[in-house]
C-alpha cells in the first residue's frame, strides 16, 4: 500500500503501541493538539493519558523522566517537537542515557524522535541536522530513513532495540514523499544500509531527504552515460561500512552528501573510512556534498542557495566521472 513518510511513522507507533503496552509517548502537544505535525492525532482517545502524555517545555526534565521509565522496564518514545531543541536534553542523552548500560550494565530502550532538517523556510532554531552532534556519543544508535517503508520499519526496530535510538526523521518528508509499504509487522534493520539504486560509475553515499535528491540527479545524469549507484544509510550509527565498501570497489569513485553543515558532518567520517580502507580502490578524489557553515537562513531563496540539491549533486559527479 502507498502511503506519505507522515502516515507510516503514525502507523509504526499506533501498531508498537497496540502491540506492548510497555510503549509509551511523552512530549510537548503530542496529546490534546496531536502533534506539532500531527503525527500523534487521534492516539490520545485510543490509548488514554497514562500512554500519551503532553509535557512541560522542558526537553532535559521529560527526557530525563524517560530514561527512569527505560530503566524501570518501559518504553518510551520521546517526541522532539523540533529536532533543534534535542539540545536542551544534551546532558540526559549523552551523559546519562548513552553510558548507562557500560556503567551499569542496564539496557536503556528509549527512542527519541527528532524531526529535523530544512526545505520548509522555518529558519535557523527549527531547520538544523544535528545529527552529527550525537555521531561522536558512544552508546547511541542513530537512524535516518528517507522512505515510508524505512520510515515505519526503522521505528518498530527502534523502539524494540533495548539500546537509546535517536530517530531522524526528515519534516520534508512527512507530506511530500509517498511509497509502498509492506503489509503486516515489517521490521527494518538498524545497521543495515540499502543501496536504493545499482550503479557503475560513481557512489553516492547518503541519508535523509538527500537520498530522494541524489536519485534525482541519478535519473538526469543517465542521459550523459554516468550511472550513479545511490546507497541509502538508513543508519548512521552503527555505520554499514560493508555496503559502502562493497559499492566503492565496484565504482572506483565516492562521494558522501548530506543536509548538514560539511564542517564537522558524519561525511566527514565516512571520507576518512574510505580512504584508510579502501584507498587502492579509488580512481579519483572523494568528495562531499553539504551545505556551508552558517545558520540555516529562513529566506526561501537563501534556503534553496544553502541546501544540496540534484543540480549540485549531479554537478560534483561530473566532476567525479570525468576525473
Known amino acids: ?25 511523552l512530549g510537548e502537544d503530542i496529546g490534546v493538539y496531536g502533534g506539532a505535525f500531527k503525527v500523534t492525532k487521534g492516539f490520545l482517545d485510543k490509548f488514554g493519558p497514562e500512554r500519551v502524555i503532553d509535557t512541560p517545555l522542558s526537553e532535559s526534565a521529560f527526557v530525563g ?25 544534551f ?3 549523552v551523559n546519562m542515557a548513552a553510558k548507562h548500560h557500560y556503567r551499569i550494565g542496564e539496557p536503556v530502550p528509549l527512542v527519541i524522535r527528532a524531526p529535523y532538517g530544512g526545505g520548509l523556510h522555518a529558519g535557523p532554531f527549527h531547520s538544523q541536522c544535528p545529527e552529527a552532534w550525537f555521531f561522536h556519543v558512544a552508546g547511541l544508535k542513530l537512524v535516518a530513513p528517507s522512505t515510508p517503508a524505512d520510515a515505519k520499519g526503522l521505528l518498530k526496530a527502534a523502539i524494540r532495540d533495548p539500546n ?3 530517530y531522524f526523521e526528515h519534516k520534508y518528508l512527512y507530506r511530500h514523499v509517498k511509497g509502498e509499504v509492506p503489509e503486516g509487522d515489517t521490521i527494518v534493520p538498524i545497521g543495515q544500509a540499502e543501496v536504493k539504486k545499482p550503479g557503475s560509475t560513481v557512489t553516492v553515499i547518503t541519508y535523509g531527504a538527500m537520498v530522494q535528491h541524489s536519485l534525482a540527479a541519478a535519473e ?17 550509527q552503527p555505520l554499514d561500512m560493508a555496503t559502502i565498501a562493497a559499492s566503492v570497489k565496484k565504482t572506483g569513485r565516492a562521494m558522501v552528501v548530506h543536509e ?39 529566506s526561501p531563496i537563501l534556503e534553496e542557495a544553502y541546501l544540496p540539491n540534484p543540480d549540485t549533486i549531479a554537478g560534483k559527479a561530473r566532476e567525479l566521472a570525468g576525473f
Not at 65 to 89: K, S, T, Y
Not at 223 to 236: A, F, H, K, N, P
Request: with cysteine.
Open 65 to 89: 523522566a524517560a530514561i527512569g521509565a527505560a530503566l524501570m522496564g518501559m518504553r518510551p518514545v520521546v517526541e522532539m517537537q523540533f529536532a533543534d531543541f534535542i539540545a536542551c536534553a
Open 220 to 236: 538526469r545524469l543517465l542521459s550523459e552515460g554516468i550511472d550513479l549507484e545511490v546507497v541509502d544509510l538508513r543508519t548512521l
Open 91 to 93: 546532558d540526559q542523552i
Open 1 to 25: 500500500m502507498e502511503i506519505t513518510y507522515l502516515e507510516a511513522i503514525r502507523q509504526a507507533l499506533w501498531e508498537e503501541m497496540d502491540r506492548d503496552e510497555r510503549v509509551f509517548m
Open 164 to 166: 537509546p535510538v535517536i
Open 260 to 298: 548538514a553543515p560539511k564542517t564537522g558532518g558524519i561525511g566527514g567520517e565516512i571520507v576518512a573510512r574510505i580512504a584508510e580502507e579502501l584507498f587502492q580502490y579509488l580512481d579519483a578524489p572523494i568528495a562531499r556534498v553539504a551545505a556551508p557553515h552558517i545558520p540555516v537562513p529562513f
